[in-house]
């Protein structure tokens, strides 16, 4: 059995997923990567499948069904889930595993320190915006990727089938009943999308579609709005 399941929801990723899958066969232990695409129309699903990755295809793009179906496949007791613009540090491995291996681990649930590959200070004063929410507030987001064990997803109801807040979903469910641990090692994502918007704008674009996912609004229409 692997010690570590990785679940990747894919849609449209073939520019990035290949770097973060280098990163992930770095590790020394024996884990298994599970792509979970939404309906690619690049190359994704081709590089999942020559890469060595365990291909799920989706019904449909929708990022908490992916990362549940993805777990319902999953043989490890540990779970892994990461965005596929993300990128790892090459001693995450040893961090990850002597965090699986430390003893009443299985009843916290963990997430890297968020980084961006980007230089200036709007970006700094951004990673430390996220980790002072993820450490006082207990508020990581899916973008800083997710440790916890079987047992703990299972009982807080997995990954809701949400196109939209299904990372926030779950962490408020899962910090009910578990507490939410830095593993202390960094996880690189991304600045595509404060390039195209810029930080202050996309920032308040989040804050709002947070505030209207509170008031009920339908997270399919919440999805279209962030992503149209």
Not at 125 to 138: A, G, M, P, W, Y
Not at 141 to 168: C, H, R, T, W
Request: aromatic letters at 10%.
């Amino acid at each position: 059995m692997p010690i570590l399941s990785v679940i990747l929801p894919t849609l449209n990723e073939a520019e990035r997923l290949p770097l973060l899958v280098a990163d992930l066969h770095k590790c020394n232990e024996q884990i298994e990567i599970i792509v979970v695409d939404g309906g690619s129309t690049d190359k994704s699903v081709e590089i999942s499948r020559l890469s060595g990755c365990q291909l799920i295809k989706s019904t449909e793009a929708n990022r908490g069904a992916q990362m549940h179906l993805g777990a319902c496949h999953a043989e490890s007791n540990w779970f892994l889930f990461l965005h596929a613009d993300s990128r790892l540090t090459d001693n995450w491995s040893e961090i990850v595993s002597n965090t699986i291996l430390a003893r009443n681990s299985n009843k916290n649930a963990w997430y890297f320190d968020f980084k961006v590959k980007r230089n200036g200070l709007n970006m700094r004063l951004l990673e430390s915006i996220v980790f002072l929410r993820s450490q006082f507030l207990q508020r990581p987001y899916g973008d800083q990727g997710l440790l916890i064990n079987k047992n703990l997803y299972n009982s807080v109801g997995g990954f809701a089938p949400l196109y939209l807040m299904e990372d926030l979903d779950f962490i408020e469910r899962v910090s009910k009943r578990a507490k939410l641990n830095r593993l202390k090692s960094n996880i690189f994502t991304d600045a595509k999308k404060w390039d195209e918007k810029g930080l202050i704008k996309q920032t308040l674009i989040n804050l709002r579609l947070r505030i209207l996912w509170k008031k009920g609004k339908i997270n399919s229409d919440l999805y279209k709005e962030y992503y149209l």
